[in-house]
């Protein structure tokens, strides 16, 4: 049974820090691709960044270069997201989601891959 798990999610104030963690288990294939995607109400869901199985290439969203970091420890299949300089409209639904072939753009929560269960994060002014 494949099991993707998030933590890490929470309360911080505007120019504050948080990071996430994700772990990928029960897949039949190796080396996941694996990202971030978040999801605020009434917003589109959106790839925030990713990382390649080997690590060698990271994507991220205009919105968040600069201020966030992915990394992950392929061995284990976990992924962690460091989030910097937080600001309120970073507030959403984190998704960890791991694939088989690189990740894009989604549609729907879900629409692809293995999800999360996701995990909230909340930035206030």
């Known amino acids: 049974e494949v099991q993707v798990v998030e933590s890490g999610g929470g309360s911080v104030q505007a120019g504050g820090s948080l990071r996430l963690s994700c772990t990928a288990s029960g897949f039949a294939f190796d080396d996941p691709e694996m990202g971030w995607y978040r999801q605020a109400p009434g917003n589109e869901c959106e790839l925030v960044s990713s990382?390649?199985?080997?690590?060698?290439?990271?994507y991220y969203a205009d919105s968040v270069k600069g201020r966030f970091t992915i990394a992950h420890d392929n061995g284990k299949n976990t992924v962690y997201l460091q989030m910097t300089s937080l600001k309120v409209e970073d507030t959403a639904v984190y998704y960890c989601?791991?694939?088989?072939?690189?990740?894009?753009?989604?549609?729907?929560?879900?629409?692809?891959?293995?999800w999360g269960q996701g995990t909230q994060v909340t930035v206030s002014s």
């Open positions: 989601v791991a694939d088989p072939t690189p990740l894009g753009p989604c549609t729907a929560v879900g629409d692809f891959g293995y």
């Open positions: 990382i390649s199985s080997s690590g060698g290439h990271t």
